[in-house]
């Protein structure tokens, strides 16, 4: 007995040592693990206020918490105890409040949320109170339950058979997928799908749900209405006579213009382009004006702040890939004027989507103000109306910002910042160009993660210099260690040098990443952006390779144990791979394209596919010659397919095709499949971003790991 009194006290106590000491190691630095991943938040969508004294941005919980997203506000005085939550979601809600933005006197912030049955427009007073939707109801324009050849078969009650729903018709609510508050606040325009109708809803409950493809009459529908001083709704919403699908809209300075952007329904933008601008009178809603000169391929739109200029983002004249934007400035109150490029020559990728003017001086257009890809960095750059300066870069001492905003007074600027090896900061300044003021933030990871910053690398492949980013572990100061080389997407995308802890996730296996940008990637201008057209898996794949070989030389790597990993046109790129080269002792493929005829005729659009290699059946040479399936037959690599099963980009059977192929062909390959995810949400999910997808991203992670430790030998 006092043997094992003895025993159990001498247990105890090495329990509780060894208990000391798993704190403190959890204390100490550490590479992130595959559960903290799960556990990291995002920021995003910061917003001035009006009065410069506060800060409106959106974190997003954790996967392990359920990614939802919420509201938090922190004032720009900087004080640790200025930031707090704003907003919570009731269990119904799986998404949280997204979209916001503050009225234009700050007394109030709007945002969306899914509480009920719909998306709805909230209001929440900063003086107190809960936030409260708006009851947006329309009387539905269609209703296909009424159709002439409608299932159940036209009875009495559809002697209007094929007419739109009459007018008598109980108004419906409408799922908000976006608005826009006028500067003076007496407008608000918001835009939403044609809500189901009662007799549509019997029909589903029924299963007549035939679905005759292209050929929806519902779509997305520009509403205004006024709004009283408190906020209210003053009067029901009106229907704004313009195509659908509205994308996006955006108020004069003066409040009595809308400036519109549409896109054609029924997937018209497979054959190609099919954007159009329009401009509206919020008083005359019934007839909008069609902006001719503005191209289909329009995007990101602003106003100047004296009205008098639009600024937009469209595709660049040059023979680019599709998405390469160039931006343009127009004369408002000449329509019909040809656009002014601005950005000619320009060696990057500017961003379309978020578009500033700055006030300088008694020039009351301002400049353009806008973010672009340069190189490895996304920076803010301005930009004259006139297009005869170059875009000059603004120095905010980070290589990535994202989420820049300012107010309408311009009393200040605030944006994200990161880089490789720090994590995100808020940040706040007077003037654009001033130092980074950081705002107190809630926590966004697990505490003590380590992050390294990657060296930036150049190597000759061909008529190019090629950069790539290339992450070290410690264990590379003492000897040689594997080398993971990861593809981006695209292929017009880039690696940038960002805080990743992804890529630290695999520094934490003792394993160096080598992320490289071959030519196709944005980021360098339009000469390299082109360079793979018609020769998908051709130079950019030589470029890669010149770039594992140029780190090898220069890095302790051991070029025994290497792998080969992507996602989208990494995957691509990966399978490729499996066809060209015996060097990898791993290829980790997510969501390819492995065959480039069926996947042209499934995938969610071709217009992309088709600038690279044109219509498979007309360019079937081309075709084949770009699809990683004509390389199975000489395939040895041990391969690893993780797909979603929900993906419409790249559809779940090109990663079957691939796994017939190389299973039978004797190749060892393993493919793994996730219900519900789709091609983004998947890729989140692995790399270790919110996803509310609880167990896909830690199972695939878990996989990867297992598949590359086998392949060094270490399991």
């Not at 094992?4 to 190691?25: E, S």
């Not at 001492?397 to 090896?421: F, P």
Request: with cysteine; glycine share 10%; hydrophobic share 40%.
């Amino acid at each position: 007995m006092l043997f094992n009194r003895a025993f159990r006290a001498q247990l105890i106590l090495t329990v509780f040592v060894a208990f000391g000491a798993v704190l403190h190691a959890a204390d100490a630095p550490h590479f992130p693990t595959t559960d903290d991943l799960r556990h990291l938040k995002a920021m995003s969508a910061p917003k001035l206020s009006p009065d410069g004294t506060e800060v409106l941005f959106t974190v997003t919980d954790s996967t392990a918490d359920g990614a939802k997203s919420h509201l938090w506000i922190v004032g720009t005085s900087g004080g640790a105890d200025t930031f707090r939550q704003l907003t919570y979601s009731p269990p119904s809600d799986k998404r949280g409040e997204r979209d916001a933005e503050w009225s234009p006197d700050g007394k109030a912030i709007f945002f969306l949320a899914h509480r009920s049955e719909n998306t709805q427009l909230f209001r929440l007073d900063m003086r107190g109170g809960e936030a409260a939707p708006y009851d947006l109801k329309v009387t539905p324009i269609v209703d296909e339950s009424k159709a002439k050849d409608a299932i159940p078969p036209a009875s009495a009650e559809k002697k209007d058979a094929g007419k739109p729903a009459d007018a008598k018709a109980e108004p419906l609510p409408i799922d908000v997928s976006g608005y826009a508050l006028s500067a003076d606040g007496k407008w608000l325009a918001v835009w939403a799908r044609d809500p189901q109708t009662p007799g549509e809803k019997k029909e589903s409950e029924e299963k007549a749900d035939a679905e005759w493809i292209n050929h929806d009459s519902h779509g997305t529908r520009l509403y205004l209405a006024a709004l009283n001083a408190d906020g209210a709704l003053n009067g029901a919403l009106k229907l704004v006579a313009i195509q659908p699908n509205v994308r996006n809209a955006v108020w004069s300075p003066a409040s009595d213009k809308l400036l519109v952007v549409t896109e054609a329904p029924n997937d018209l933008s497979d054959l190609g382009p099919t954007g159009k601008a329009w401009l509206v009178d919020a008083t005359t809603p019934e007839k909008p004006t069609r902006i001719e000169s503005i191209p289909a391929t329009v995007g990101g739109v602003v106003f100047s702040p004296d009205g008098s200029e639009i600024a937009f983002g469209a595709q660049t004249p040059e023979d680019a890939p599709p998405g390469y934007d160039e931006l343009f400035a127009l004369d408002a109150a000449d329509a019909a004027a040809k656009p002014v490029r601005l950005a000619a020559g320009f060696v990057g990728q500017l961003n379309a989507g978020m578009l500033y003017f700055s006030r300088e001086g008694s020039n009351l257009a301002g400049s353009l103000i806008a973010t672009a890809g340069i190189e490895e960095s996304i920076s803010v750059v301005r930009l004259s109306l006139d297009g005869k300066t170059k875009p000059a870069a603004i120095d905010l001492s980070a290589a990535v910002i994202a989420g820049l905003n300012t107010n309408k007074k311009q009393t200040g600027w605030v944006w994200l910042a990161e880089s490789g090896g720090q994590p995100t900061k808020l940040c706040t300044a007077a003037k654009l160009g001033s130092p980074c003021t950081a705002l107190p933030i809630p926590e966004l990871a697990p505490k003590d993660l380590r992050s390294v910053a990657p060296e930036l690398v150049y190597w000759k492949s061909g008529p190019f210099t090629v950069e790539g980013l290339l992450y070290l572990p410690p264990q590379a100061q003492s000897g040689k260690v594997p080398l993971i080389v990861d593809v981006h997407g695209g292929p017009f995308g880039a690696w940038e040098n960002r805080y990743d802890p992804y890529a630290d996730f695999f520094l934490g296996h003792g394993w160096a990443i080598f992320r490289p940008n071959p030519r196709g990637s944005s980021n360098y201008g339009v000469a390299f952006a082109a360079a793979n057209k018609n020769d998908l898996g051709g130079g950019d794949y030589n470029d890669i390779m010149a770039g594992v070989d140029y780190v090898l030389s220069k890095f302790p790597l051991d070029p025994d144990k290497m792998a080969l990993m992507g996602y989208s046109y990494g995957g691509e790129m990966a399978a490729f791979v499996e066809g060209k080269t015996g060097r990898f002792k791993a290829i980790i493929c997510g969501a390819p394209v492995i065959d480039q005829f069926s996947e042209y005729g499934t995938e969610g659009g071709s217009w992309y596919d088709r600038w690279y290699f044109g219509e498979p059946w007309e360019r079937m040479a081309d075709a084949w010659r770009q699809s990683p399936l004509s390389g199975a037959a000489k395939a040895k690599t041990p391969f690893l397919l993780l797909q979603g099963q929900g993906d419409t980009t790249d559809p779940l059977g090109q990663s079957e095709e691939m796994y017939r192929a190389l299973r039978q062909e004797g190749v060892p390959v393993e493919l793994v499949t996730y219900p519900r995810e789709n091609h983004g949400p998947l890729a989140i999910g692995i790399f270790g971003r919110p996803s509310p997808e609880p167990w896909h991203g830690y199972d695939g992670r878990q996989r990867i790991i297992e598949f590359l430790s086998k392949a060094f030998g270490e399991d």
